[in-house]
């Protein structure tokens, strides 16, 4: 397969799979379902993840939250879900799931919100519902309330660790500059060290996939079996990236 083919394939997945998550979520009645990020201009390229808003009366977004991972799965099989209290939406939840497809993985993030509390940010496009919602920056729980954090376990730090380093497959092959996103990287894995008694090796981190081959080989260690599962797969996705664009 050549890199055009590979494109074509990924855009087409990934056109498929949006076109699941809008018909899933309709299904359960929201007010409405907005886009964001480079997806409400036809997408970056290829790599580009799927952002998605979707807003339900207040009332209703209790028993929506106690079914997403059901909802989940029914989308696409799932790798990875990494939930964020500290970037979800006041009563709602943020999720970053990366999705099994036919022709590899994928991220969306997810954010679930209630009516009260939706704010629109004004580049979303509508895809279902009311477009009428307040338009503004999203106020997200981060801002509410600075005292709330993210628990911790060993799977849910693993899992975020894992979310990044296959974020980090678009950053190498987009050549990101500057450091921010690899200080990201850094924390997490020095944190994740440093929470379960250096469970992990300690590595000097870049963003190539020589860093992220080494990343993943320390985490099957210490990982569950659905883990090593999404291990495997971002792995053999990496390994095909890096033979089309090296």
Known sequence: MD?????????????????????????????????????TTGFKDEFSD????????DDKVDDMLKQLSNIFRDIAPVLIRHHSKSWSPVGGSANSVIHDTEFGPFVVDYYISKLS????????????????????????????????????????????????????????????????????????????????????????????FRSDYRLLSDLYHIANKNQRRAISKIRRYAKQVEALHT
């Open 3 to 39: 890199r055009e083919e590979f494109r074509q394939k990924r855009i087409e997945c990934r056109k498929q799979l949006l076109e699941k998550i809008i018909d899933t979520f309709k299904s359960l009645h929201p007010v409405a379902i907005h886009q964001f990020g480079s997806g």
């Open 117 to 208: 509390e939706t704010v629109i940010k004004d580049d979303s496009k509508i895809l279902f519902g009311d477009d009428s919602l307040k338009r503004g920056i999203w106020r997200l729980n981060k801002e509410v309330d600075k005292n709330m954090h993210d628990s911790h376990t060993l799977k849910k730090d693993v899992d975020l660790l894992l979310d990044l380093i296959f974020i980090s497959i678009k950053g190498i092959v987009r050549k990101w500059v500057g450091d921010d996103f690899v200080n990201i990287l850094r924390t997490v894995h020095k944190d994740l060290r440093k929470r379960y008694d250096r469970k992990i090796k300690r590595r000097r981190i870049s963003l190539s």
């Open 50 to 57: 799927i952002d998605i808003w979707i807003t339900y009366e």
